[in-house]
């Protein structure tokens, strides 16, 4: 599974080092992390789509992640991904199969959201770009170029609404001419959440294998 199927995690950017940036692009995006930290909780529901030209490839899928600090739950693909803080739980009921493994942050097969938040943090030059108006929203789009040559990555837009200052949504265009878009549907903070949200519950899946990666 790519991991771009997880950039939803920029959703609680921290933004920090902007050497050579637009000084107008950092203000926008200092702003907009500024205001995603002051919330408790953030609740998404996303699309996400994959495309291709030359190799024949056109994907789409819709998911949702429920987010506190370090926390998430992530639905997408069939497949649930539970972080507590310290351990990672795959659940998938195709395979009747759970992986539970702990947070690595070095190893670059592990997805997590705050681990796609350090992917923001360096390496890229941040400018302003185009405006849009989406369905009478206005759309500011800030373009985020690596600064290493050798990065499969040739951009990536991210757009963000104007008015709230939120995440409206994130394209990334690759040199291999792959284009995955992510587009948050429905965006809401501070909802109220059950105390056990990102506690895996063994007990409800007596029937499936138990993978213990550590």
């Known amino acids: 599974m790519s991991k771009k199927l997880f950039v939803i995690a920029f959703l609680a950017l921290g933004f920090i080092g902007f050497a050579q940036s637009d000084a ?5 995006l200092n702003e907009v992390s500024t205001k995603i930290k002051a919330y408790k909780n953030i609740s998404l529901d996303f699309k996400y789509e994959l495309n291709n030209v030359s190799e024949s490839i056109s994907q789409e899928t819709r998911g949702d992640v429920v ?12 497949i649930t991904r539970i972080y507590d803080g310290k351990t990672m739980y795959t659940i998938s009921p195709e395979d009747e199969e759970v992986t539970i493994s702990s947070d690595n942050t070095e190893d670059e097969s592990t ?13 890229y030059i941040f400018k302003m770009d185009i ?5 009478g929203r206005k759309i500011q789009y800030v373009k985020l170029s690596p600064i290493d040559t050798n990065s499969e990555i040739k951009h990536v837009l991210l757009g963000i609404d104007a008015t709230t200052k939120h995440i409206y949504n994130l394209i990334e265009v690759g040199k ?25 519950d063994e007990s409800k899946y007596k029937d499936y294998y138990i993978n213990k990666l550590d």
């Open 176 to 200: 291999n001419g792959t284009k995955t878009t992510l587009t948050v549907n429905s965006f809401k903070t501070d909802q109220p959440i059950s105390k056990t949200l990102f506690t895996f």
């Open 24 to 28: 107008k692009a950092e203000a926008l």
């Open 131 to 135: 405006v849009q108006t989406v369905k």
């Open 111 to 123: 997805i997590t959201p705050s681990k796609m938040l350090s992917f923001y943090e360096d390496g």
């Open 67 to 78: 987010m506190e600090g370090e926390k998430f739950k992530l639905n997408i693909l069939g």
